[in-house]
């Protein structure tokens, strides 16, 4: 599953022209062919890295265990926590 991810086209989160945040303007369903306009802001987690991403969903299968999280990379517990926290803190810029 988490190939998947890798191997997927990444949705761009910013303007390839100004580096401004881009901004979702429309869904549509491939089965019915429904189609939901407006003006939507991209969600927080979408806005993060891949990398980011990958961390934060590896967290959560780990059951949100730090050191099952450093035994799993094969890294310090201390360097798993600084890299949760840099996301914390990130995840809180996105959102201001």
Do not use: W
């Not at 798993?80 to 201001?96: A, F, G, M, T, W």
Request: hydrophobic share 35%; glycine share 6%; charged share 30%.
């Amino acid at each position: 599953m988490e190939n998947k991810m890798l191997n997927r086209k990444s949705l761009p989160i910013c303007c390839p022209s100004c580096g401004d945040r881009l901004r979702v303007q429309a869904l549509k369903c491939p089965v019915c062919e429904t189609r939901i306009e407006g003006d939507y802001p991209l969600p927080a987690f979408v806005r993060l890295s891949v990398e980011e991403q990958r961390f934060l969903l590896d967290f959560v299968k780990c059951g949100g265990s730090l050191k099952e999280m450093a035994a799993q990379l094969g890294v310090s517990y201390p360097t798993v926590r600084n890299r949760l926290d840099e996301l914390i803190e990130h995840l809180k810029q996105l959102e201001s």
